[in-house]
């Protein structure tokens, strides 16, 4: 009895013991000491992390299934941010991709949650999971769970629509009565449209690549675009502070567009008369086109017609000789003879002791220097070879 006695206070001494120690620790309820016979704890076993948006009933001690095998546990729950953080314990013959995955599944309709790893399914696997690696949030997720099932589920059945179908098919079914043949007329109108909007799908993919090759333009040209309109705002500001101007200015072309309209009805019968008159000048201008076409040709052949040019020459050889005279009294007698300075020239000519080399000459009709005509009057000894 005595040794049963002190079985039993050494026992309770444990008890409060071990009590002061988790108290002291932080008691979480079991899941928050390791539990025996959970998976992860062998030889090689190797610790990954996972974040999650969202953990929902998952605990420590959570089993962690590949394939719906157990091959881990949840050892540890974080706040990381807005989304939650698992530290997993696997064991060591665990093989998947660096890039696993990691989501929250049911074992059953009511059965408890886990983690399930698995390779990831739109992208190529990865590298290897290894002890210390991250499953970043991107490949965290969740299957959908039981409770939200049904809880779309109630939706559908209950405020989705379905207890309104009868109503709609009522309203449509009164809606429709009696003019099937309009619905019918509707319904072939509706295939032609669709057949020829067919017809056109190349035409109006041709359109939006053009569209696209459009926008592709205005995107290249975004750098000038973003000036223009950062540039706009101070050119409409400064239109703005040259209103009054602009208004000025557009009200005296109003009133020098009226003063012009009265001018022109003033002047409209003088204007006509005029352009009637210049009528015959245009008209005879006209007619002599073709007179003023043809003495042209001369100019470049001068003194020799191009159309008799060809007749210039015959034969393998020509000689030409040209004889230009600028004596004073030749540019006398060819300029200005019959004009108030004919015979000045020639009198110049006499002053330098010239003979005037045409005889009988207009300009010897006496005077100091025009005794008379040579042939006629008598030589002197004074006058000059």
């Not at 050494?10 to 309820?29: D, E, F, K, Q």
């Amino acid at each position: 009895m005595r040794h049963t006695r002190w079985r039993r206070v050494a026992t309770s001494l444990v008890m409060l013991v071990v009590l002061a120690g988790i108290s002291g620790c932080g008691w979480r309820g079991l899941n928050s000491l390791p539990l025996p016979g959970t998976q992860g704890n062998g030889p090689g076993s190797f610790v990954i992390e996972a974040q999650m948006p969202d953990v929902n009933n998952i605990q420590p001690n959570s089993r962690v299934r590949v394939a719906d095998v157990t091959v881990g546990h949840v050892t540890k729950i974080e706040r990381q941010g807005w989304h939650a953080l698992l530290t997993m314990q696997l064991n060591g013959d665990v093989d998947l991709p660096a890039n696993a995955t990691a989501k929250i599944g049911t074992t059953s309709l009511l059965g408890s949650q886990h983690i399930e790893l698995a390779p990831p399914t739109y992208e190529a696997p990865r590298g290897k999971l290894r002890n210390g690696s991250l499953i970043p949030l991107s490949h965290g997720g969740a299957y959908p769970t039981t409770e939200q099932t049904l809880a779309a589920l109630s939706l559908v059945l209950n405020g989705g629509g379905i207890s309104q179908v009868q109503d709609i098919t009522e309203a449509l079914s009164t809606a429709f009565r009696g003019r099937e043949q309009d619905l019918r007329s509707l319904i072939g109108q509706l295939d032609k449209f669709t057949a020829y909007l067919d017809d056109q799908k190349g035409d109006i993919i041709a359109a939006a690549e053009k569209l696209n090759h459009l926008v592709g333009k205005f995107a290249d040209q975004q750098p000038v675009l973003d000036r223009a309109i950062k540039t706009i705002p101070d050119a409409l500001t400064v239109l703005n502070k040259e209103r009054d101007d602009l208004v000025d200015a557009a009200d005296q072309l109003g009133k020098f567009g009226a003063l012009t309209a009265d001018t022109v009805n003033k002047t409209k019968e003088n204007l006509v008369k005029e352009l009637k008159e210049v009528g015959p000048v245009l008209e005879s201008l006209a007619n002599a086109g073709p007179s003023l076409t043809r003495s042209l040709s001369l100019i470049p052949t001068f003194p020799f017609p191009n159309e008799t040019f060809q007749n210039f020459m015959r034969g393998e050889y020509n000689n030409l000789t040209g004889i230009i005279d600028l004596t004073l009294s030749r540019i006398d007698a060819g300029l200005f003879t019959g004009t108030k300075w004919a015979c000045d020239l020639t009198e110049l000519e006499l002053q330098w002791g010239r003979t005037v080399g045409q005889y009988p000459s207009p300009c010897l009709a006496g005077g100091p220097f025009n005794p008379g005509n040579p042939l006629t009057i008598p030589y002197h000894w004074d006058q000059g070879p």
